[in-house]
Each structure stands twice: as C-alpha cells, then as structure tokens.
C-alpha cells in the first residue's frame, strides 16, 4: 500500500515523497534537507527520485540526495538537467520496482519546453510539477498559450478521481483571480471558503482533483462562454478563439494582484 507524504519546502513548494513505509521516490527535491528530515522521521530509505522540469526549486536537492545514496533519476529527456539517468518521453513508463510502482509519463510542454508529468494509473495521483496548479496553472517561460493549454488538456482528461499533486501551494491566489474571471460560478465560491478553512488550519490545499480543477479552474475553463464574455467585456480580446482567450487569461493573471 503506497502513500504520499507532503514535504513543504521554501515558501510555497511542495515536495512529494511516495512511500510503502520502508522505500521511498521523491519528486521534485528542490531542497535536500527536509526530505532527508523526511526519510529519517519516518525510517524510509530513498530509492528513486522523479523530476518533473529544470527550476532550480524542483531540482536544487539532486546532488546532495545523491551523495546520501546513489538511486535513479527520472526527468524529462527534452531538458538539461545533468543529474537525469533516466531519460523520458510521453508515453515511456518510469518503474520503481521497490514500490511496486509504475508512472507514466505525459509530455506538457509550456512552463518549460520540457515539462512532463507522471501519472500513478492504478492509484489515480498526477504529479504534475508546474504545469497544472489547484486553480491556477503555472507561467509561461518557455512555451506559448497553444502549447500550455494542450498541456493542460491533457490532464483534464485523466480520470476525475484523479489527486492533483501539483508543485506549489498557490492556491488562494489562485482562486482569488479565478473568482474575477468567473463570479458567477458557485462551485468556485463554495471552493474558495474550502480552501481558506484549510488555510487558516495551517493545512495544504494539494492535492485537489481533477474533477474540482474542472469545475473551478479559469484555466481549465477558458472555452467556458461566460468566461469568453468577461474577458470580452474587460477588453482583453476581441475575438472568441479559444487560444485567444486562454492567452488573455493568463496574461491578466501575471499582473493580478
Ligand atoms: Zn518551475
Ligand atoms: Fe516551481
């Protein structure tokens, strides 16, 4: 039986170690020292680590996880990332025999040029580093509107069970522009007082789930007419193209505040 511990690092990141009580992968080790806290707390050793794009803040904690103990690593065969061992495309299967565990892996494009994201089939976990956040979905550095929504597309389309591990807790932020984007949509507002409850418990708003980012995502729901009307209405397109106006959108979102 396999579980996932949430591992908060810097500001807002988090890391995800999978585990079965004895061996344990982490992805997206931007940082080394609270995931060595991790294994030592829970009695866990490291047997792979998974990387989902090339930031710094998904990677940082490679070579001194490696100097503890010389395990795999997965990434994304479409960036340099010098540490990678184990080089992946959409439609490869990264396996952690230890675990019992198999991820496949998606292409998502647009964060970085590289980006990928695992998907856990049996258990239904999506860790999908930058690309799609609860609420939100990440910048676009290296890709284009088109790109990023096909991405994101993607994704929406696993199972609506599916638990989204995503790499940051930017959630209220997150919900507060969808909610200028979309005020007449309920299950977002119900979504909203969820999500600070938690907040003000000091509990993680990740994972959510596909089914709730489908509903409540801006991102998920650019094609949305009442969504297309807004943005028409505050003059950010003039045309109802859905690209368009997922290009809109997130331009709206880099300078909301
Ligand atoms: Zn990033
Ligand atoms: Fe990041």
Same mark, same amino acid.
């Given at each position: 039986?396999?579980?996932?511990?949430?591992?908060?690092?810097?500001d807002d990141n988090y890391l995800w170690l999978i585990h079965d009580g004895t061996h344990a992968a982490v992805v997206d080790p931007g940082d080394a020292t609270?995931?060595?806290?991790?294994?030592?707390?829970?009695?866990?050793?490291?047997?792979? &680590?998974?990387?989902?794009?090339?930031?710094?803040?998904? &990677?940082?904690?490679?070579? /001194?996880?490696?100097?503890?103990?010389?395990?795999?690593?997965?990434?994304?065969?479409?960036?340099?990332?010098?540490?990678?061992?184990?080089?992946?495309?959409?439609?490869?299967?990264?396996?952690?025999?230890?675990?019992?565990?198999?991820?496949?892996?998606?292409?998502?494009?647009?964060?970085? /040029?590289?980006?990928?994201?695992?998907?856990?089939?049996?258990?239904?976990?999506?860790?999908?580093?930058?690309?799609?956040?609860?609420?939100?979905?990440?910048?676009?550095?290296?890709?284009?509107?088109?790109?990023?929504?096909?991405?994101?597309?993607?994704?929406?389309?696993?199972?609506?069970?599916?638990?989204?591990?995503?790499?940051?807790?930017?959630?209220?932020?997150?919900?507060?522009?969808?909610?200028?984007?979309?005020?007449?949509?309920?299950?977002?507002?119900?979504?909203i007082e969820r999500e600070q409850a938690k907040r003000t418990r000091g509990e993680p708003t990740v994972p959510s789930t596909i089914k709730l980012e489908k509903?409540?995502?801006?991102?998920?729901?650019?094609?949305?007419?009442?969504?297309?009307? /807004?943005? &028409?209405?505050?003059?950010?397109?003039?045309?109802?193209?859905? &690209?368009?106006?997922?290009?809109?959108?997130?331009?709206?979102?880099?300078?909301?505040?």
């Open positions: 039986m396999l579980s996932v511990l949430t591992v908060p690092a810097f609270p995931i060595l806290a991790a294994l030592e707390a829970h009695a866990l050793s490291l047997v792979a &680590i998974l990387l989902t794009h090339h930031h710094a803040d998904h &990677i940082g904690g490679v070579p /001194r996880l490696l100097q503890h103990r010389r395990v795999p690593v997965f990434g994304p065969a479409h960036e340099n990332i010098a540490a990678v061992d184990h080089l992946l495309v959409e439609g490869d299967i990264a396996t952690i025999p230890e675990l019992g565990l198999s991820l496949s892996v998606l292409d998502v494009p647009g964060h970085t /040029r590289g980006h990928i994201a695992y998907v856990a089939a049996e258990q239904q976990w999506l860790f999908c580093g930058d690309t799609l956040f609860a609420g939100g979905c990440g910048r676009l550095f290296e890709g284009t509107p088109a790109q990023m929504s096909a991405s994101l597309a993607k994704l929406a389309a696993l199972p609506d069970t599916t638990q989204v591990y995503c790499a940051h807790e930017y959630t209220m932020a997150n919900l507060r522009f969808a909610r200028a984007v979309d005020p007449e949509n309920v299950t977002l507002v119900e979504r509903s409540t995502n801006p991102f998920l729901r650019y094609r949305e007419p009442a969504i297309i009307d /807004r943005l &028409i209405a505050e003059n950010r397109i003039d045309t109802r193209e859905p &690209i368009a106006a997922f290009a809109a959108l997130r331009e709206w979102k880099n300078g909301y505040r």
